[in-house]
Each structure stands twice: as C-alpha cells, then as structure tokens.
C-alpha cells in the first residue's frame, strides 16, 4: 500500500511557474513508479511527466522544455517544477504510483492522491 498527497496547486498568469508536490508514504520497498497526470473538466486523466524506480524521468511533448521532475533525498516526495505555464496547463493534477514499470496508462495505477489545482490565467 502506498499513500499519496499532493499540495502546491495555485492560480498564477500565464508565464509564471509553479512546483507542486507528491509525497508518498507506505511500503515501496523495491522502488515504485510514481506519475503526474492532469485532468481537464469531464475529460479523463492524462499523463504529464514519470519517473521509473531507477530515477529517470519521461514527459510528455507538450511539457518537455517546461516541467521538471526531482525527487528530494528520501525518495518520497516526487516534485514537478512547471515553468512558462499555459492556460491549457489549467487542470487538477494528480499523482500515481505503483510497483514495477512505468507506464503513461492511469489504469495501471492502484494508488492516487486527491489531487491539485492548478490554475493559469491568460
């Protein structure tokens, strides 16, 4: 089992940056992937950014060159460092994880926070 819970969502203008934060507690012996997604209103979650158990990060085309994702000394807490935000970026961001590969698929994922806002405007 593993725990999540994500904070640092706020309402910015378009061009500012903003760093949310997962962090995870629970067994995750053997390292777990853990995963950004955001969902815009009546739409399903989509993938943002990963990172696998070995620490290497995955993003998105339409993130990459603006997010970042860093992880602090314990492993626990997964950070997403989002700079140069869009109004599209506007959605309520969550975060995943679960054992074994990484994977884009929300279905994949067993363990969820309860997620955060984010709010860019023009």
């Known amino acids: 089992q593993v725990q999540l819970f994500e904070s640092g969502g706020d309402s910015v203008p378009a061009g500012g940056s903003l760093r949310p934060s997962c962090a995870a507690s629970?067994?995750?012996?053997?390292?777990?992937?853990m995963a950004w997604f955001r969902r815009y209103p009546g739409q399903e979650r989509e993938g943002v950014a990963r990172?696998?158990?070995?620490?290497?990060?995955t993003y998105v085309d339409s993130v990459k060159g603006r997010f970042i994702l860093s992880k602090d000394n314990n492993q626990r807490t997964l950070y997403l460092q989002m700079n140069d935000l869009k109004p599209e970026d506007t959605a309520m961001y969550f975060c995943?994880?679960?054992?074994?590969?990484?994977?884009?698929?929300?279905?994949?994922?067993?363990?969820w926070g309860q997620g955060t806002q984010v709010t860019v405007s023009s």
């Open positions: 629970g067994n995750m012996l053997g390292g777990v992937c």
């Open positions: 990172m696998d158990r070995d620490g290497r990060p």
């Open positions: 995943g994880a679960d054992y074994g590969e990484c994977t884009f698929r929300a279905g994949w994922y067993n363990y």
